[in-house]
């Protein structure tokens, strides 16, 4: 849900083409509901996991958030108090603690759960909020060679499951460095299998 | 999610001005642990609750898509069969029958809500995919006189929360129907206004 981050500007997507799910980390745990319906009933058969660079979620545990959550509730009456606390303990709160891990561990919740079609292609990717590149750091399991960058642009082709996290303030990766117009630059045969694809 | 909203083109909303909150629906409930970080962590206290026309989520029932689920099951290992109709039948749909009234469930959920600070401002819209508007239909506690259009303005001003659901392909809203570019058309002296709160 990161503020510095225009989806669709920062990936080059255009209307139509993608389900964009963002929650506080990009937490793949959180967006299993969105997935099923998104599949189930709308046809959708990859996901793309992204998070990205200089995420809060890597900036606090979740003993810490309770804490601040317990001493904003200090004031409140007692039995509000005794309620907020109960409701903070027993929800998820899925921070993480080292990027690229948390990208592959959410590939293979996605991969392994049983309520995501076995034939999904899910794969993993950072972005970096200040050059506006996407790495991938995860594979799916049809097609481990393409580029990072093709790969990405084939899934810019169907429809993909988008999912990024939390923060503030950064430069804006400009058009130039959005992943799917550099394979329109480099490939111009690509535009052409794109407008195919489209009709 | 629904790939027809591109949410910061939709909403005339630039880098920085919020955070986005996206799952099938735009529910509420999904929506709690993101909320949550993004109040305790990075300050926020507007949430707008926005759904869409022609939304997915109106077009099937909680029995329907479980249905559609077991279903796709059918031909799984016995285990793995029951494994599945397990996981989804303990897994909450969130499904709603009624646009409005939906936003409106969604802004007294959240105004009602433990987790959520006491003085968030809570309001309630509908984002017509076909025209680009936006209307409101749940005010908030603090400025119930406001327009819609004004009011979704000074949400610009201020870190928001957008919170979109599912579906796909339809026209795009034009930049000049963004709700924010209208009222800078419209008010000179917002652009202003806007230059100072950002400097």
Redesign the interface.
């Known amino acids: 849900?990161?503020?510095?981050?225009?989806v669709?500007?920062a990936l080059g997507?255009q209307?139509?083409?993608?389900?964009?799910?963002?929650?506080?980390?990009g937490?793949a745990r959180?967006?299993?509901?969105?997935i099923?319906?998104?599949q189930?009933?709308?046809g959708t058969r990859e996901v793309a996991v992204i998070h990205h660079t200089d995420c809060?979620?890597l900036?606090?545990t979740a003993p810490d958030?309770r804490n601040?959550?317990k001493s904003?509730a200090k004031s409140r009456p007692a039995n509000?108090k005794e309620?907020?606390e109960k409701?903070?303990d027993s929800?998820?709160?899925?921070e993480f603690g080292h990027l690229e891990n948390s990208v592959k561990d959410d590939v293979k919740f996605l991969q392994d759960n049983?309520?995501v079609?076995d034939e999904t292609e899910v794969t993993g990717w950072i972005f970096d909020v200040k050059t506006g590149k996407v790495s991938q750091v995860a594979q799916g399991k049809l097609e481990p060679n393409l580029t990072c960058i093709l790969r990405l642009f084939m899934l810019h082709l169907s429809?993909t499951?988008v999912s990024i996290p939390?923060?503030?303030?950064?430069e804006?990766p400009s058009e130039r460095t959005s992943p799917a117009n550099e394979v329109r630059e480099k490939h111009p045969s690509f535009s052409d299998l794109e407008q195919e694809l489209a009709t």
Not at 30 to 34: E, F, H, K, L, M
Not at 91 to 94: A, D, P, R, V
Not at 166 to 170: G, L, M
Request: proline residues 0%; contains cysteine; negative net charge.
């Open positions: 849900m990161d503020a510095r981050i225009d669709y500007k997507l209307l139509g083409e993608a389900h964009v799910i963002r929650n506080a980390g937490v959180d967006a299993v509901r969105s099923l319906i998104s189930r009933l709308l809060g979620m900036t606090f958030l601040i959550v904003d509000v309620a907020i409701a903070v929800l998820e709160i899925y049983l309520l079609l429809r499951f939390i923060d503030a303030d950064c804006q």
